[in-house]
């Protein structure tokens, strides 16, 4: 009895942390071998389960973040002091960050309303811009927001038109795909996340995904402090310490095997507060287009006014559940106020009125309804 009366206000999590019980076996092994560090059966593994996973003949080079990924494919495509980086507005600032951390300069970019990401033909205009300026952007960072694909298609053709690369920030897409395609593979190069937050956690931890060996290699070599061959500490070039651990490997391994079932609860989620709150006039959910399937990483519904999101936001608070406004676009922040923009209303409108719900693989039905009983008390 008492146990289910305290269960009525335990906190709810936005996404919290999923194990499954299959990350102690590779961590163990890891203990009993000693093999704590360096780099280790577990790092292979992880890795060859991603490689496998993504198809496409991808390599994959784990990492101890995804913002460290961002970081070292904008290296490889050799981003320097001044150089532009066009960047999708709407999104998260570690995507931004590392342009800055090259000293050089976002270039922001709305969105268009179907996928929450990056407008084609805002993106076309912005590079014909940025050309007769005088500076020719370096890459393009594509986001597949709350695991929604991009619209490949279309950016890739842009890119290709004007031979600016794709960096694909899949942080929130993995288990996504695009005409049976997985997400993660379409950039020249693209990242993932395994932060605490993410659809699989390693605690911490991220991956560069690239197209071929050698760029593997090179990356492995960045990001292992850009030691060369050899016993000697020689080094010609600027090194990173930007390696996962074996030991986070191994609870990434045990991960990857419920990945699957886990974007198929994620899903679930989706399709539950679809079914309950699509009676609302007042909230909208965004659908998939033809041909895109989302890993539903974080369910958003949107209001039709800034007014009714924030009362909703509140009352989720004060009910001891984790909501949070979609993500604030970067052109509004104060750290980034002062670089170009092109924008067409999109972002600051989702800004103002779509929230996101607990959407983690771990929700139980109960939970949901007790989200889904406030939301439509708002209403009535
Ligand atoms: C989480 C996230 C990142 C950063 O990943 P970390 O592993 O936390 O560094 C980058 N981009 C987006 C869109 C994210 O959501």
Redesign the pocket.
């Known amino acids: 009895m008492a146990k289910n009366v305290s269960k009525l206000n335990t906190k709810i999590w936005l996404s919290s942390p999923h194990m499954s019980g299959h990350e102690k076996k590779f961590i163990k092994e890891a203990f009993k071998t000693n093999w704590i560090a360096p780099l280790g059966p577990n790092v292979n593994g992880f890795e060859n389960d991603l490689e496998n996973y993504l198809g496409n003949k991808v390599h994959v080079a784990a990492l ?7 970081h070292l494919a904008l290296v490889l495509l050799n981003v320097k002091q001044g150089d532009e980086v066009i960047c999708q507005t709407k ?2 600032a ?2 931004v960050n590392p342009v800055t951390y090259l000293g050089a300069k976002p270039v922001f970019v709305d969105s268009e309303r179907e996928t929450w990401n990056i407008c084609p033909e805002l993106l076309e205009h912005t590079i014909k811009d940025r050309i007769k300026i005088g500076v020719k952007p370096k890459a393009i960072i594509v ?3 709350y695991g929604m694909p991009y619209k490949v298609k279309e950016i890739n053709a842009i890119s290709k038109k004007y031979n600016i690369p794709i960096v694909e ?1 899949s ?2 897409a993995l288990g996504s795909s695009y005409f049976d395609q997985k997400c993660g593979t379409f950039g020249d190069m693209s ?1 993932l ?3 605490g ?2 659809i699989i956690t390693t605690s ?3 991956a560069l995904v690239s197209k071929n060996k050698e760029l593997k290699s090179k990356i492995i070599y960045l990001a292992t402090q850009a030691k060369e061959p050899g016993l000697e500490y020689s080094h010609v070039t600027t090194g990173y310490n930007y390696r996962m651990s074996n030991i986070l490997a191994g609870i990434g391994r045990g991960q990857m095997e419920v990945l699957d079932n886990y974007v198929e609860l994620r899903r679930n989620n989706f399709k539950y507060y679809l079914k309950q709150l699509s009676a609302i006039n007042e909230i909208s959910f965004l659908n998939e287009p033809e041909g895109f399937y989302s890993n539903r990483w974080l369910t958003c519904i949107i209001f039709q006014t800034n007014k009714m999101r924030d009362d909703i936001l509140k009352m989720l608070e004060l009910n001891n559940i984790e909501a949070r406004p979609s ?1 604030k676009p970067m052109h509004l922040q104060p750290v980034f106020k002062n670089y170009p923009k092109y924008l067409n209303g999109v972002s600051d409108d989702l800004y103002k009125k779509a929230l996101c719900l607990p959407s983690g693989s771990n929700l139980t039905k109960i939970e949901l309804d007790r989200i889904i009983k406030l939301i439509k008390q708002y209403f009535e």
């Open positions: 101890t973040t995804g913002t460290a990924a961002i999104t998260f570690a995507s986001i597949n927001l920030d942080a929130e990242i996340s395994f932060n937050n993410k911490g931890g991220g993500w």
